[in-house]
């Protein structure tokens, strides 16, 4: 038979002793008589703090009156703590766990626990953390009020190694290029290859007038307002459509071409444009369709083997819109001032009397337009105008019969029935930069 004691939950009372310790009840007795003595001790304890103030890691606030407040450092709150193992007065308290007094007016600067290192400071050795406790007196100083605010201070041994690391990180957030496609690290690199090689592929400046005979420029303004809204249909990129119209003017200024083929080479330019520069690239009966089946697949394939040849396959052009770009990176302007420069630049690539002009004279005088409504609206732009000249390399005697061209077009842009273009920046994908008609005084360029 195993030995064993009954004792009663309600006053713990012995309600039966086994036969080998039925003869010696002393040993029960004293053991009863302890656990009273901590059962009337904790009883205490709740009265002389008003109620329990210990609920397993975190402590009660007892009143909502501050007079005075003291901060101290301990272990005190950092596990669970039961009402035994605390022994508290007035002015005193006292942790049994790590035998740590703390009084009244004494602040002990002690560090209670060590975390392993983090792996990201190969060198650091400690990183001490500090619980602070708040304890609160109130006016009556019967009561004490007891807060508990955790501090999470880390320390390393060596500063000079979060300091440096702190330094190479910052470095790194600065580099990292939001746009990987504009390589930044070799953007004046390609600025001035983009410089070099801009005038080789210009179409012929009046080719209407020298080697078009059955095509006008007006039907080439019908088929780039048709474009453009093909071009928003299918999503594409914007470089895809300086793309589709340069070749469309290099095309057209080689080889003449029958007006009822006008469209077929619309969309067989902007087919190859598309397998250049989209990812995925609409097909061909895609293209079709949006003829509304005027022409086949055999059509349109024969027409693209045609561009290619008459071009010798030069696809890669500098473009309105990368020089663009490369001013936004240089410049710093903000995506509403971008959008007004491209919907300018975009007003350029339509007008037909703007073809013989360099992208980069385009895209200058675009921004300087843009620059100037801004100052006459007085909004703030983050550069001026010889930040302008200085990334350019350019200055206003170069650009001015460009910026008279390109206003003109605009202002006529605005009276035509033709809207596809400012339809398309009215959206606020592009933040309606063409909702507000754009006006020009005498002394708007002064």
């Known amino acids: 038979m195993k030995n064993f004691i009954n004792i009663s939950k309600k006053d713990n009372s012995v309600i039966k002793v086994t036969n080998k310790y039925y003869n010696n009840l002393s040993i029960f007795k004293n053991v009863i008589q302890n656990k009273k003595n901590s059962f009337i001790k904790g009883k205490e304890t709740k009265r002389e703090f008003g109620k329990e103030i210990i609920n397993n890691s975190n402590l009660?606030?007892?009143s909502k009156k501050e007079k005075n407040t003291f901060k101290y450092s301990s272990d005190l709150l950092l596990s669970k703590i039961s009402r035994n193992s605390i022994n508290s007065t007035k002015s005193t308290l006292i942790s049994k766990v790590n035998k740590v007094s703390i009084k009244k007016g004494f602040k002990l600067m002690k560090f209670d626990k060590i975390?392993?290192?983090?792996?990201?400071?190969?060198?650091?050795?400690e990183i001490p953390i500090k619980p602070l406790?708040?304890?609160?007196?109130?006016?009556n100083n019967d009561l004490m009020?007891?807060?508990?605010?955790?501090?999470?201070?880390k320390t390393l041994t060596n500063e000079n190694i979060i300091n440096n690391y702190n330094i190479n990180i910052e470095n790194e957030e600065k580099t990292i290029n939001k746009n990987p496609q504009l390589v930044e690290e070799y953007i004046d690199e390609i600025y001035n290859n983009l410089k070099l090689t801009e005038t080789q592929f210009l179409p012929?400046?009046?080719?209407?007038?020298?080697?078009?005979?059955?095509?006008?420029?007006?039907?080439?303004?019908?088929?780039?307002?048709?474009l453009i809204e093909v071009h928003l249909k299918f999503k594409?990129?914007?470089?895809t459509l300086f793309i589709t119209i340069n070749i469309i003017d290099r095309y057209l200024s080689i080889r003449d071409i029958n007006r009822k083929y006008l469209q077929l080479l619309g969309v067989s330019s902007m087919f190859i444009a598309c397998k250049y520069e989209e990812i995925y690239s609409p097909e061909i009966k895609d293209f079709i369709y949006m003829t509304d089946n005027a022409y086949d697949k055999n059509q349109m394939i024969n027409m693209e083997n045609d561009i290619l040849k008459v071009l010798d396959f030069n696809i890669c052009v500098p473009s309105y819109f990368r020089f663009l770009e490369i001013y936004k990176f240089y410049l710093k302007f903000d995506d509403k001032f971008f959008f007004l420069c491209n919907y300018l630049i975009e007003v350029a690539l339509i007008e037909y009397n703007l073809i013989k002009f360099q992208p980069s004279l385009i895209t200058t005088s675009a921004i300087f337009i843009a620059l100037k409504i801004y100052n006459k609206d007085n909004i703030i732009c983050n550069f001026e105008e010889n930040d302008l000249w200085n990334v350019s390399k350019l200055n206003f005697d170069n650009v001015r019969d460009c910026v008279i061209k390109l206003i003109y077009s605009v202002e006529k842009l605005e009276k035509s029935k033709y809207l596809a273009l400012k339809k398309k920046f009215s959206s606020e994908k592009f933040m309606c930069v063409s909702?507000?008609?754009?006006?020009?005084?005498?002394?708007?360029?002064l």
């Open 204 to 226: 012929l400046e009046n080719y209407m007038e020298k080697i078009q005979k059955d095509i006008t420029e007006r039907m080439r303004l019908i088929l780039l307002d048709w």
């Open 115 to 125: 975390q392993k290192p983090l792996t990201c400071f190969p060198k650091e050795k």
């Open 435 to 445: 909702k507000n008609n754009l006006k020009f005084n005498e002394s708007f360029l």
């Open 133 to 139: 406790t708040t304890i609160n007196l109130n006016s």
């Open 145 to 153: 009020e007891i807060e508990q605010e955790e501090i999470y201070s």
């Open 236 to 239: 594409l990129l914007p470089e």
């Open 60 to 62: 009660t606030k007892h």
